[in-house]
């Protein structure tokens, strides 16, 4: 019930196109759902986060949508650039925060 | 500095070697995490302090594990008699309270040989 399950594992998408990633839960108590940004070497960085009172928050060319009754969120980057190729983990909350196992995103020219 | 500082950022030892890795949290910040990372996988919680309250341990994998902190300073992550499945990333986060954003140092790279 404390898992987070996301997917898919890897992405390669093209310059200018839009990745999305999907998690999903179990646990009901869970109140908080952060996106967290990993590059080679670096610890994660949060990205953008979302609350269960609302169904999608954008910040940019990010956005988060959630669907509370399917228990499923998801991560869309608009637009996409080389930039953005990272390693991308969800997480829910509780506290600590659990992580799914992450996305290895690749942007391609 | 303004963001979390862990060291040393690499560490390598031998096996059955005790080594101790430093955390500097963002200031301000009473809540602070360990987790560990290995390599091409998520992130695995270890422990995690709040103000003066006793610290969360449920996810510690085994005694060889522990961690102290002072008030709502530093924390180090001591792992006694380590073992080649100990190496990974060890990463610290701190936040400015129960789930408040977790900001993440950079980590310490641990290799056993």
């Known amino acids: 019930q404390q898992q987070v399950k996301q997917s898919p594992q890897s992405l390669i998408v093209q310059k200018g196109g839009i990745s999305i990633i999907n998690c999903a839960y179990e646990?009901?108590?869970?109140?908080?759902f952060p996106w967290y940004q990993q590059f080679p070497g670096k610890g994660p960085a949060l990205l953008i986060a979302?609350?269960?009172?609302?169904s999608e928050k954008k910040e940019g060319r990010f956005t988060i949508s959630f669907n509370k009754s399917a228990k499923q969120f998801s991560l869309h980057i608009m637009d996409s650039q080389p930039g953005d190729s990272a390693t991308y983990f969800c997480?829910?909350?509780?506290?600590?925060?659990?992580f799914g196992k992450g996305t290895r995103l690749s942007v391609i020219a | 500095g303004a963001g979390v500082s862990q060291s040393p950022s690499n560490k390598v030892t031998e096996k059955g070697k005790d080594v101790e890795l430093r955390c500097d949290p963002i200031?301000?910040?009473?809540?602070l995490y360990w987790y560990r990372q290995r390599l091409g996988q998520g992130l695995e919680f270890l422990i995690y302090?709040?103000?003066?309250?006793?610290?969360?341990k449920s996810g510690l994998p085994s005694d060889r594990f522990s961690a102290e902190r002072t008030g709502e300073s530093v924390s180090t992550l001591t792992i006694q008699r380590t073992q080649q499945e100990d190496s990974a990333v060890y990463l610290c986060?701190?936040?400015?309270?129960?789930?408040?954003?977790?900001?993440f140092g950079d980590g310490t790279r641990l290799s056993i040989l």
């Open positions: 986060a701190s936040s400015s309270g129960y789930r408040q954003p977790q900001h």
């Open positions: 646990n009901t108590a869970f109140d908080y």
């Open positions: 979302i609350r269960p009172d609302v």
């Open positions: 997480a829910a909350s509780g506290t600590p925060l659990v």
């Open positions: 200031s301000g910040h009473t809540a």
């Open positions: 302090f709040q103000g003066n309250s006793a610290p969360d």
